[in-house]
């Protein structure tokens, strides 16, 4: 099955700086990422995603891109600020089979923003 | 997000006990989730279903069960046979079964052995 490896598990970073968290997957059949963000105690929100035949996807400071070829997606924060510490998960699934719709996560990535 | 209602939102299980979360959306979406999240960990699917009257194991399955009676319901039990159930679990849908379908979560339920 798919596996999903995030890193780093923790990022702190100044206000205004840019943040980047990475993300790799092992099935290459693997072609839909999306990105969710976590604060403590609620529900995950996706914040962007990206399917497999586009690069890159931009929305304001959020920017994800793709690289089929090495198997990995990362996601790019640019201008931190502090409502945006919280935990991001990236996912993977793939199309076929009883896969269909089928999210795996990554393990997480804590992101403080200092002010 | 709003149309997913999980409750209870707190939870407490004595030892030995079956306990049931209750998953209702009514956003019309054929497929729905069951996720579990450990302190300081990703979420990990325990089950899924994509249709009425059809589930499907995720990768942590044992000790749960489930139904899907209804397009609007999935109610996940928790089983005795679950020995370390303390978790936070989330509820999700998705309009349809396949990739690339936006899955929404519910507000989750804090189930906690006492």
């Known amino acids: 099955g798919e596996n999903v490896e995030q890193h780093p598990s923790t990022l702190s970073v100044q206000e205004g700086d840019s943040a980047v968290i990475k993300c790799t997957y092992s099935?290459?059949?693997?072609?839909?990422f999306p990105w969710y963000k976590q604060e403590l105690g609620k529900r995950p929100q996706l914040i962007i995603d990206?399917?497999?035949?586009?690069g890159e996807k931009k929305d304001q400071r959020i920017a994800v891109t793709l690289n089929k070829t090495a198997k990995h997606f990362s996601l790019h924060i640019t201008e931190t600020q502090p409502e945006d510490s919280a935990v991001y998960f990236c996912?993977?699934?793939?199309?076929?089979?009883?896969?269909?719709?089928?999210?795996?996560f990554g393990q997480g990535t804590i992101l403080t923003v200092h002010p | 997000d709003g149309g997913i209602t999980q409750s209870p939102k707190y939870l407490f299980r004595k030892e030995g006990q079956n306990v049931t979360l209750s998953c209702e959306q009514n956003?019309?979406?054929?497929?729905m989730y069951w996720y579990r999240q450990d302190p300081g960990q990703g979420l990990r699917l325990i089950y899924y279903?994509?249709?009425?009257?059809?589930?499907q194991k995720g990768d942590i399955a044992e000790g749960y069960s489930v139904s899907r009676e209804k397009k609007e319901s999935f109610p996940l039990t928790v089983t005795s046979a679950q020995k370390n159930p303390t978790a936070f679990y989330l509820c999700?849908?998705?309009?349809?079964?396949?990739?690339?379908?936006?899955?929404?979560f519910g507000e989750g339920s804090w189930l906690t052995v006492v």
């Open positions: 279903s994509q249709i009425v009257n059809d589930f």
């Open positions: 099935d290459s059949a693997s072609n839909y």
């Open positions: 996912a993977a699934s793939r199309s076929g089979g009883t896969s269909y719709g089928k999210l795996t």
């Open positions: 999700a849908s998705s309009i349809g079964r396949f990739s690339g379908n936006t899955i929404y």
């Open positions: 990206i399917r497999s035949n586009v």
């Open positions: 956003l019309n979406h054929d497929a």
